[in-house]
């Protein structure tokens, strides 16, 4: 298997799998979880959280892998990250995350991405990674500065017939 479950100081990063469905429901269901995500609504059943679980168990080769965050100490599931539109031949890879909103503020995000992005330099060959961030979201924007990312362009993204303007990050990796 190429994604490989991953390991930080505190945390695991494990494959999603079936046995999550009720997180991911839970993760996104939640208002304040969803509140910046401007390409899906809200989950609204359970049977909704098989879809996201099965987009993320294609078969590999993939463009796409979402880790579950747990905290080692307890097993508790946090949040969610990972890549999207990864582009093998032009070596990029846009990412995302997300967090419960009692875990913010204490560097679990932080030290989960950082993780994976060393895992797409070592592994996915990758050179550059992307984020797409609302504008308002300056939790958001604050996280992928700490980590090295720069702002490349601003363009709007299309969500129920609305605009809603974002901001798009860049990391370069050194190969």
Partial sequence: MFFTNLET??????????????FIFRQFSDKVVTKYLYDEEPLTDVNEADGIISFY?????????????????????????????????????EIGYDL??????????????KKIIGFAKLRMNITEILACIYIENQKSINLVSRLGFVKVATRNEVFRGKEYLHNIYSLNIKS
Avoid at 66 to 93: A, E, P
């Fill in 9 to 22: 100081e505190r945390l695991l990063l494990k494959n999603i799998n079936q046995s999550d469905r009720e």
């Fill in 100 to 113: 419960k909103e009692e875990f913010w503020g204490n560097g679990y995000m932080h030290e989960a991405l």
């Fill in 57 to 93: 168990l294609q078969p590999e080769p993939r463009a796409q892998h979402r880790w579950i965050i747990q905290r080692k100490t307890d097993g508790l599931r946090m949040g969610t990250c990972g890549f999207h539109c990864w582009n093998s031949k032009d070596r990029k890879v």
